[in-house]
Every structure is written in structure tokens, then in C-alpha cells.
């Protein structure tokens, strides 16, 4: 059961994390792209604002992709939780923890998802335990 209830977590944050980069590269799901990315990300003083909202992008896709997958799963749950700490740190530590007032709430939540997966380990289901066969 444990197999499967790391194989639930890392496909649910893996998607998400996907269709999050999909929204910030390439505009899909309602997202801005790379250009609006840009442009919010300059607005909250991070600078050179283009190649930081396409390396967001990035490692929301990478990350969410190998988390997602179990492989490599220490290193896809590094770069996603860069961007929950900068996401928490540039736009949501002012507003308190609860993401009712704009807060970092689930940012926190996807952080303790993160490191405690990658603690635990991917588990059985994952490309990491068929590499290891």
C-alpha cells in the first residue's frame, strides 16, 4: 500500500507541476506564456525577468516530469521545491499562511509533499526502482 500510495502523491504534484510550466512556457490552461510570465516576474523584482520565468518554466517541467515518473526523484523534487520557496518568498510571505488572503499555504503543503517523497523514496512504481533491477 505504500507503493501505491507514493505512486498516487508523485502523479498528482507531477501533473500539476507539468500543466503549472505548460501555463508559464507555453500559455496553455489559461497561462500567460512565457511573455506574461515575464512580465509578472519583473513586476515582483525578478530580474532578467524573461530567462527567469523560462527557467521557472523549466523546472516546473523537468521537475514535475521526473517527480511524476520517480526518476531521478531527489533531483525533481529539488527544482520544484526552488519554485514553491521562491514562489512563497516573492509573492506569497506577505500575505500569512492561508491562501484565502493570497498566502503561502499551498505552496507549504506542495514543500512537505516534496521532501517528504523524497525522503521516503519513489517506492516501487517508479522508473528509479525499474533502473535498479
Known amino acids: ?22 501555463k508559464k512556457l507555453f500559455g496553455w490552461f489559461g497561462g500567460e506564456g512565457v511573455s506574461g510570465t515575464a512580465e509578472f516576474f519583473g513586476a515582483i523584482g525578478l530580474q532578467p525577468a524573461r530567462t527567469m520565468a523560462v527557467c521557472a518554466g523549466l523546472a516546473e517541467l523537468i521537475g514535475g516530469f521526473l517527480f511524476g515518473a520517480g526518476l531521478w526523484i531527489i533531483i525533481g523534487a529539488v527544482l520544484l521545491m526552488i519554485t514553491m520557496i521562491v514562489a512563497i518568498l516573492k509573492v506569497h510571505a506577505d500575505k500569512g499562511l492561508w491562501n484565502l488572503n493570497g498566502g503561502f499555504e499551498y505552496n507549504l503543503v506542495m514543500l512537505g509533499s516534496l521532501l517528504g517523497v523524497a525522503l521516503a523514496g519513489a517506492g516501487a512504481y517508479s522508473l528509479d526502482a525499474l533502473l535498479l533491477l
Open 1 to 22: 500500500m505504500l507503493d501505491t500510495g507514493l505512486l498516487i502523491i508523485r502523479l498528482v504534484i507531477g501533473i500539476i507541476m507539468v500543466g503549472h510550466a505548460c
